[in-house]
């Protein structure tokens, strides 16, 4: 069954969605189109940095304050930076609604970035950092993504740089919002057991009066792609590579018979191509799995193992002699029907985790400006052949394409 989703926006330029139901908790937020990428070559880290300074004082509220505000009736506060995006959200029990949606609201649009909070807070992403760093399974995404978006705004890493996150200032940040968070890139979204009404009357009760022109977004398409293969000693007892290649955007109608793609070749399931191949034949890689991530004007797919060091060369041609069956050998009709009703339960599944389902409704109306239900994103899968799957192959994973970097 359809789910009604209803959509506003404030004369302001802010938008709204909301989808009403009759849960018992409800989620709110603000979905952000800022992200790393639209950071200055001097602001390393700063649209990260700053979404963890909306936590630590506004106008009216301390740290503290924030903090107890949903935590003193059990509701959950919380965030995240992409690329291209930040979100600040809350869930709670319906009754405290207009209490998470006023508490988002004002740090969103009043907060003051102490320097005080501002030098502790340093310090926790730089711990951050260099637990990051001491981690190679996650490092090596990270370097990946700089290779691929070589000396471009989405090869940045979202935590940024150490030393350039010691030297910021009050007004760095500030300068950084005031130039970034345009009423046009803000959505407001929820979701739980509120009339659409009451939404847009506190809408504008809480933000109906913000004013911020910014300034013209200042992402630059990423240039021509140029594979490249890079070894790195990191002298760990497991080695680590990904194997991977620029891809589609979020507008390209490829998208989904490549989302379709990855899932059979490497998604979550047991029963992907990659983990029979090197887990279940070989018992060669316990971690094996391949990514898609589109963005608003590129994509990028990567394909993960780590194994022992003596299993690096074999996990590696098994993998890409996976990737040259997808591209000579067009799927049979029982095995697309397979694979079609396999992401089909993935997606409806994915679909009862309320949180999630909110979240991925925010970030399409976001993109897209409206929300693609289950059932319409459910037709367009159906509709996908044999050969749009092999032509995207031969075209993604085209052996001249890949670019692979390995830790050894």
Aim: contains cysteine; negative net charge.
């Amino acid at each position: 069954m359809s789910r009604i989703v209803e959509y506003g926006a404030l004369p302001n330029g802010v938008s709204v969605v909301h989808q009403q139901d009759n849960s018992p908790v409800a989620y709110c937020g603000f979905a952000i189109n800022v992200g790393t990428r639209d950071e200055l070559e001097s602001e390393s880290g700063m649209a990260h940095f700053v979404e963890h300074l909306l936590f630590k004082g506004t106008e009216k509220r301390r740290s503290r304050h924030i903090l107890n505000r949903l935590e003193e009736v059990g509701g959950e506060l919380d965030a995240y930076t992409t690329k291209e995006e930040t979100f600040v959200f809350a869930t709670v029990l319906t009754a405290d609604f207009e209490r998470a949606m006023e508490l988002c609201s004002d740090i969103v649009f009043h907060s003051v970035f102490p320097q005080s909070e501002i030098d502790k807070e340093v310090d926790v992403i730089i711990d951050e950092i260099n637990s990051y760093n001491d981690s190679p399974s996650e490092l090596i995404f990270d370097e990946f993504e700089s290779i691929v978006f070589h000396n471009e705004q989405l090869g940045r890493s979202i935590l940024g740089d150490a030393e350039c996150l010691k030297n910021y200032r009050t007004d760095d940040a500030l300068r950084f919002v005031k130039r970034n968070y345009k009423a046009d890139r803000i959505l407001f979204f929820s979701k739980g057991n509120v009339p659409f009404k009451k939404v847009m009357a506190w809408s504008e009760r809480y933000f109906g009066a913000f004013v911020n022109s910014g300034s013209e977004i200042l992402r630059r398409k990423p240039n021509l792609y140029v594979p490249k293969r890079l070894e790195v000693v990191k002298d760990t007892h497991q080695g680590h590579q990904i194997i991977g290649a620029r891809a589609y955007s979020l507008t390209d109608d490829r998208r989904l018979p490549l989302h379709l793609l990855n899932n059979v070749l490497g998604g979550p399931c047991m029963n992907s191509r990659l983990s029979i191949a090197l887990r279940e034949k070989n018992g060669m890689a316990y971690n094996v799995e391949s990514s898609y991530t589109a963005y608003s004007d590129s994509g990028i797919v990567m394909i993960y193992f780590g194994t022992d060091q003596k299993n690096m060369k074999k996990c590696e041609s098994l993998v890409m002699k996976e990737l040259k069956k997808l591209r000579e050998q067009k799927m049979s009709d029982l095995q697309l029907f397979r694979a079609k009703k396999q992401l089909l339960g993935q997606l409806a599944i994915s679909q009862e985790n309320s949180e999630s389902y909110t979240l991925n409704m925010a970030k399409s109306v976001l993109f897209f400006d409206r929300y693609e239900s289950l059932e319409e994103v459910a037709e367009r899968i159906e509709a996908l052949t044999a050969t749009d799957l092999i032509n995207v192959a031969n075209d993604v994973f085209a052996e001249d394409r890949l670019s692979v970097l390995t830790y050894v």
